[in-house]
Protein backbone atom coordinates (compact mmCIF):
# COMPACT_ATOMS: atom_id res chain seq x y z
CA UNK A 1 0.00 0.00 0.00
CA UNK A 2 1.62 3.04 -1.25
CA UNK A 3 0.04 6.25 0.31
CA UNK A 4 -0.36 9.77 -1.70
CA UNK A 5 3.12 11.02 -0.87
CA UNK A 6 4.90 7.92 -2.80
CA UNK A 7 5.78 7.08 0.71
CA UNK A 8 4.62 3.37 1.97
CA UNK A 9 2.53 2.97 4.52
CA UNK A 10 4.62 1.04 6.60
CA UNK A 11 7.86 3.71 6.14
CA UNK A 12 4.98 6.32 7.25
CA UNK A 13 4.02 4.48 10.66
CA UNK A 14 7.78 4.39 11.55
CA UNK A 15 8.45 7.37 10.97
CA UNK A 16 5.67 8.40 13.75
CA UNK A 17 6.59 6.28 15.92
CA UNK A 18 10.56 7.68 15.54
CA UNK A 19 9.07 11.60 15.96
CA UNK A 20 7.51 10.40 19.51
CA UNK A 21 10.48 8.09 20.49
CA UNK A 22 12.58 11.20 19.28
CA UNK A 23 11.07 13.93 21.32
CA UNK A 24 10.72 12.02 24.38
CA UNK A 25 14.26 11.27 24.27
CA UNK A 26 14.46 14.62 24.02
CA UNK A 27 12.48 15.64 26.96
CA UNK A 28 14.11 13.16 28.94
CA UNK A 29 17.93 14.30 28.29
CA UNK A 30 17.21 17.79 28.90
CA UNK A 31 14.90 17.49 31.83
CA UNK A 32 11.89 18.98 29.86
CA UNK A 33 8.54 17.38 31.49
CA UNK A 34 6.32 19.34 29.53
CA UNK A 35 8.04 18.08 26.21
CA UNK A 36 8.07 14.48 27.69
CA UNK A 37 4.76 14.42 29.08
CA UNK A 38 3.13 15.69 26.21
CA UNK A 39 3.26 12.28 24.04
CA UNK A 40 1.92 10.06 27.04
CA UNK A 41 -1.94 9.49 27.35
CA UNK A 42 -3.24 8.88 31.03
CA UNK A 43 -3.34 6.68 32.00
CA UNK A 44 -0.15 5.35 30.84
CA UNK A 45 0.65 1.40 31.37
CA UNK A 46 4.31 0.48 31.55
CA UNK A 47 4.40 -3.46 31.42
CA UNK A 48 7.74 -5.10 32.37
CA UNK A 49 8.42 -9.08 33.18
CA UNK A 50 8.44 -8.63 37.00
CA UNK A 51 5.33 -6.32 37.05
CA UNK A 52 3.31 -3.26 35.56
CA UNK A 53 1.96 -0.22 36.34
CA UNK A 54 -0.51 2.25 35.54
CA UNK A 55 0.23 5.93 35.50
CA UNK A 56 -2.68 7.67 36.18
CA UNK A 57 -1.84 11.28 36.59
CA UNK A 58 0.62 13.71 35.50
CA UNK A 59 2.50 13.92 38.95
CA UNK A 60 2.83 9.71 38.94
CA UNK A 61 4.22 10.65 34.98
CA UNK A 62 6.38 13.29 36.12
CA UNK A 63 7.86 10.70 39.76
CA UNK A 64 8.68 7.83 36.44
CA UNK A 65 10.59 10.44 34.59
CA UNK A 66 12.45 12.08 37.31
CA UNK A 67 13.38 8.20 38.43
CA UNK A 68 14.44 7.53 34.78
CA UNK A 69 16.68 10.35 34.80
CA UNK A 70 18.02 9.70 37.93
CA UNK A 71 19.00 6.66 36.51
CA UNK A 72 20.52 7.70 33.69
CA UNK A 73 22.65 9.96 35.44
CA UNK A 74 23.94 7.77 37.76
CA UNK A 75 25.02 5.07 34.91
CA UNK A 76 26.90 7.94 33.01
CA UNK A 77 24.15 7.95 29.95
CA UNK A 78 24.58 10.54 27.61
CA UNK A 79 22.76 9.30 24.74
CA UNK A 80 19.42 7.33 24.39
CA UNK A 81 18.86 5.97 20.99
CA UNK A 82 16.03 4.02 20.43
CA UNK A 83 15.04 2.68 16.45
CA UNK A 84 11.94 1.34 15.50
CA UNK A 85 12.13 -1.93 13.77
CA UNK A 86 8.46 -2.02 12.91
CA UNK A 87 5.34 -0.57 13.36
CA UNK A 88 1.25 -1.09 11.50
CA UNK A 89 -1.29 0.66 11.98
CA UNK A 90 -4.29 -1.38 14.14
CA UNK A 91 -7.68 -1.77 12.93
CA UNK A 92 -8.67 0.58 16.02
CA UNK A 93 -7.14 3.49 14.75
CA UNK A 94 -4.04 3.10 16.60
CA UNK A 95 -0.18 2.17 16.16
CA UNK A 96 1.92 -0.64 17.18
CA UNK A 97 5.47 -0.83 17.16
CA UNK A 98 8.46 -2.29 17.92
CA UNK A 99 11.77 -0.57 18.66
CA UNK A 100 14.88 -1.48 20.07
CA UNK A 101 16.55 0.61 23.15
CA UNK A 102 20.71 1.57 23.00
CA UNK A 103 22.06 2.90 26.10
CA UNK A 104 25.28 5.10 25.34
CA UNK A 105 27.79 6.51 28.15
CA UNK A 106 30.30 9.15 27.36
CA UNK A 107 32.69 6.70 26.60
CA UNK A 108 30.63 5.99 24.02
CA UNK A 109 30.15 2.74 24.97
CA UNK A 110 26.69 0.82 25.99
CA UNK A 111 26.08 0.01 29.21
CA UNK A 112 24.27 -3.11 28.52
CA UNK A 113 23.12 -5.03 25.36
CA UNK A 114 20.54 -2.74 23.35
CA UNK A 115 16.64 -4.44 24.68
CA UNK A 116 13.29 -4.42 22.96
CA UNK A 117 10.54 -2.64 23.60
CA UNK A 118 6.56 -2.41 22.08
CA UNK A 119 4.56 0.64 22.34
CA UNK A 120 1.35 1.15 21.37
CA UNK A 121 -0.10 4.56 20.43
CA UNK A 122 -3.46 7.00 20.46
CA UNK A 123 -4.14 9.93 18.08
CA UNK A 124 -4.98 13.19 19.89
CA UNK A 125 -6.20 15.85 17.55
CA UNK A 126 -2.73 16.83 17.01
CA UNK A 127 -0.11 14.24 17.49
CA UNK A 128 0.29 10.50 18.78
CA UNK A 129 0.33 9.67 22.38
CA UNK A 130 1.89 6.34 24.00
CA UNK A 131 -0.91 4.72 26.17
CA UNK A 132 1.60 1.56 26.67
CA UNK A 133 5.09 0.55 26.86
CA UNK A 134 6.38 -2.74 27.10
CA UNK A 135 9.89 -3.80 28.15
CA UNK A 136 11.88 -6.94 27.18
CA UNK A 137 14.32 -6.84 30.02
CA UNK A 138 15.32 -9.64 32.44
CA UNK A 139 18.95 -8.91 33.66
CA UNK A 140 18.57 -5.72 35.49
CA UNK A 141 16.54 -4.86 38.43
CA UNK A 142 18.01 -1.26 38.95
CA UNK A 143 16.99 0.01 34.88
CA UNK A 144 13.59 -2.16 35.37
CA UNK A 145 12.88 -0.03 38.66
CA UNK A 146 13.59 3.13 36.99
CA UNK A 147 10.94 2.50 34.04
CA UNK A 148 8.64 1.65 36.20
CA UNK A 149 9.11 4.71 38.13
CA UNK A 150 10.72 3.00 41.51
CA UNK A 151 13.12 4.02 43.17
CA UNK A 152 16.69 2.15 43.38
CA UNK A 153 15.94 0.83 47.11
CA UNK A 154 13.01 -1.26 45.37
CA UNK A 155 15.79 -2.72 42.78
CA UNK A 156 18.13 -3.97 45.45
CA UNK A 157 15.17 -5.16 47.15
CA UNK A 158 13.97 -7.21 43.73
CA UNK A 159 17.44 -8.31 42.90
CA UNK A 160 17.88 -10.24 46.26
Not at 91 to 107: C, F, K, V
Not at 141 to 147: I, K, N, T
Request: proline share 2%; net charge negative.
Amino acid sequence: MVMETGIPAHDTVQTEVQSVLDATGQGLHVGNFEDFARYFALPYTVDTFEEAITVQDALSLRNLFNTARDYYARIGLVHLLRTVLDAAYRSDGTLSATYETHLITREGTQTRAPYLCHVELSKTADFWQVYRTQYAIDDNAHLVSALLGQSPMHARRAAG
